[in-house]
């Protein structure tokens, strides 16, 4: 019923920029936080982003000052602008909404199938 699709990731240098996308479809009635987490081999999964539906961003420790999420309400998107890449960035990075159906009572995560970011050093 709902699709995160991701987009955007690839191999990069350190130093370099990437910028992933990701555009939920499917009966939604409404997203309230939109984000991204990533997930480095033998490791958890962790918050990179997220955004709320106002435009209030928040960032993990480990990004501030170099990522920057924005989000298009109208559209369904969320985007992730990431400079200054460093060969620790590299994962697979997952796009998550906190979303509400036309036929659900509830909200509840859903997530994309993620996308692999490489930094190379």
């Known amino acids: 019923q709902v699709q995160l699709v991701e987009s955007g990731g690839g191999l990069v240098q350190a130093g370099g920029s990437l910028r992933l996308s990701c555009a939920a479809s499917?009966?939604?009635?409404?997203?309230?936080?939109m984000g991204w987490y990533r997930q480095a081999p033998g490791k958890e999964r962790e918050l990179v982003a997220r955004?709320?539906?106002?435009?209030?961003?928040n960032y993990a420790d480990s990004v501030k000052g170099r990522f920057t999420i924005s989000r298009d309400n109208a559209k369904n998107t969320v985007d992730l602008e990431m400079n200054s890449l460093k060969p620790e960035d590299t994962a697979v990075y997952y796009c998550?909404?906190?979303?509400?159906?036309?036929?659900?009572?509830?909200?509840?995560?859903?997530w994309g199938q993620g996308t692999q970011v490489t930094v190379s050093s």
């Open positions: 998550s909404g906190f979303i509400k159906l036309y036929s659900g009572s509830a909200y509840r995560n859903y």
């Open positions: 499917g009966s939604i009635s409404s997203i309230i936080t």
């Open positions: 955004i709320s539906s106002g435009g209030s961003p």
